[in-house]
């Protein structure tokens, strides 16, 4: 696959995992648009890769609004002409109970996580259209399939961007276009720290992370961004309305188990 010319923007950024995938994508030798609402951070980082790959521009944009959205677009297409891949990566987690959430809470995941993922799909897919060519992952998680208490609208968010891929990736796939999602699972970002920084014992909270998966470790963001650029390289061509789960096993294992705890294996499963 020859990534010269291959214009990407990839939304969320300027940290993260959206960091890790830019970081693939300018090391393969692609064109990168940093999209951010952090401008401090969305800069530094564009300003990294130049230095390192000689590729990254910067624009800042929150995903929410429409009108950002399409200047993100105009700004991509005005300086190099057209878009190969849209990563939608931006997004906003968030715990807590239902019956404590106000609805500015809601709003604010489901408008960065779920309506950002539609907007700044519908500006691309404009330009893709035109020229029956490109392809665009979403971020979602293991929350489209294996979810938790207390994180409604990020469950209802990724829930809403894994049916969305599917829903266009068969409106889009006669005009050559792909559309796949990608679930990470823990991945090592601030979300990470956050969750060990708010239990009471953070070795315990890492032990009871750790045994739900099964390879046993949180990944890299450049993990996620392997697989982001699978999808959007010929390598996957035949691929579209995928949701690709990379997240160490934890989704099957979580999925499985429950099925497994309802019935007794014993004289079923080998003795080990
Ligand atoms: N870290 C994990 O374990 C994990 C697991 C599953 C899914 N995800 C998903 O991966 C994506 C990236 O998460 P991360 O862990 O790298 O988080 P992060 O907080 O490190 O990065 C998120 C980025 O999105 C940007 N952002 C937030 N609101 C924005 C807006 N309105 N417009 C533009 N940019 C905005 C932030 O400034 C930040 O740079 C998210 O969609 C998240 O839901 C993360």
């Known amino acids: 696959m020859h990534w010269k010319g291959h214009i990407a923007i990839v939304t969320g950024a300027a940290s993260g995992i959206g960091t890790g995938i830019v970081e693939c994508f300018a090391e393969a030798g692609a064109e990168v648009v940093i999209a951010d609402i952090n401008e401090r951070l969305g800069a530094q980082v564009a300003a990294d890769l130049r230095e390192r790959y000689g590729k990254g521009m910067f624009v800042k944009a929150d995903v929410s609004q429409a009108d950002d959205c399409k200047r993100l677009i105009d700004e991509t297409l005005a300086t190099y002409g057209q878009i190969d891949t849209l990563v939608n990566n931006a997004g906003v987690n968030f715990v807590k109970p239902t019956l404590e959430m106000e609805e500015a809470d809601w709003d604010r995941v489901v408008d960065v996580d779920l309506k950002g993922t539609f907007l700044c799909s519908r500006y691309a897919l404009e ?146």
């Open 127 to 272: 330009a893709m259209v035109a020229r029956r060519s490109g392809a665009i992952i979403n971020i979602a998680s293991v929350h489209t399939v294996a979810t938790l208490p207390a994180a409604a609208p990020y469950a209802a968010s990724k829930g809403g961007v894994g049916m969305m891929t599917a829903s266009m990736a068969i409106e889009f796939a006669p005009f050559g276009i792909r559309i796949n999602a990608v679930s990470p699972g823990l991945t090592d970002t601030q979300i990470w720290n956050d969750i060990q920084d708010a239990a009471e014992d953070a070795e315990h909270a890492r032990q009871h992370w750790m045994d739900n998966i099964p390879l046993g470790r949180v990944q890299a963001p450049r993990e996620v961004g392997k697989v982001v650029l699978f999808l959007a390289s010929d390598q996957s061509s035949y691929v579209t309305g995928a949701n690709i789960f990379t997240d160490g096993g934890m989704t099957i294992q979580l999925t499985n188990r429950e099925r497994f705890a309802s019935k007794s294996l014993e004289g079923v499963a080998p003795q080990s």
